[in-house]
């Protein structure tokens, strides 16, 4: 069983560590309810009858542990402290300022992308808890068929809530870094 459970988890650790920070912001937190959603599949494992993939099993179980999370920590707030670190600078043609100038753009990129992501993350942990569930497994790659045997609904039905889901974060990310830009202009 071990050997069995190492190997599950090598090949979709990954997968719901994701999970679980699409459903917590806090770090320490996180990790606590990842290693629940680990313990959750360890105990399941030996119950797994192959109806349905493995990863669609072990979504199943990560989602289901995430919304006894929720449930639970429905009381506690919740914040993500987002930063707007970037600087425009001038560009030099001295080809040393020029490769620090790119590595310049290049860390300017990554801190845009971090920003990014950690805005759809905040809006997807606003959004209710069906939904949460639904946007999540359709970014893991997940098939409509496969977000229905999970959450119960039906594909049809996933289909159109993805669609109104995707517009929702896109109303949501531009609120939330509305909000950033706003905060980084008081600074």
């Not at 990129?109 to 569930?133: F, G, H, M």
């Not at 497994?137 to 409509?144: A, D, I, Q, V, Y």
Request: aromatic share 4%; proline share 2%.
């Amino acid at each position: 069983m071990s050997e069995r459970f190492n190997t599950v988890m090598k090949e979709y650790g990954a997968l719901l560590s994701r999970v679980a920070t699409t459903y917590e912001a806090n770090e320490a937190i996180r990790q606590e309810l990842y290693q629940e959603i680990c313990m959750a599949c360890w105990q399941a494992l030996p119950r797994f009858n192959e109806d349905a993939s493995l990863k669609t099993y072990l979504l199943k179980i990560a989602h289901n542990r995430c919304i006894s999370h929720v449930a639970k920590e429905a009381n506690r707030i919740k914040s993500s402290d987002i930063s707007d670190t970037t600087e425009n600078r001038s560009h030099d043609p001295d080809p040393a300022e020029a490769s620090r100038t790119a590595s310049h753009l290049s860390v300017e990129n990554q801190i845009i992308q971090s920003q990014k992501l950690s805005s759809l993350l905040t809006a997807v942990r606003e959004l209710n808890i069906t939904n949460r569930q639904i946007i999540t497994l359709s970014m893991e790659g997940c098939g409509n068929k496969e977000i229905a045997e999970i959450t119960g609904l039906t594909a049809n039905n996933v289909g159109v809530s993805i669609s109104r889901i995707k517009s929702e974060l896109k109303n949501k990310m531009t609120s939330i870094e509305s909000r950033v830009n706003a905060r980084s202009v008081k600074k």
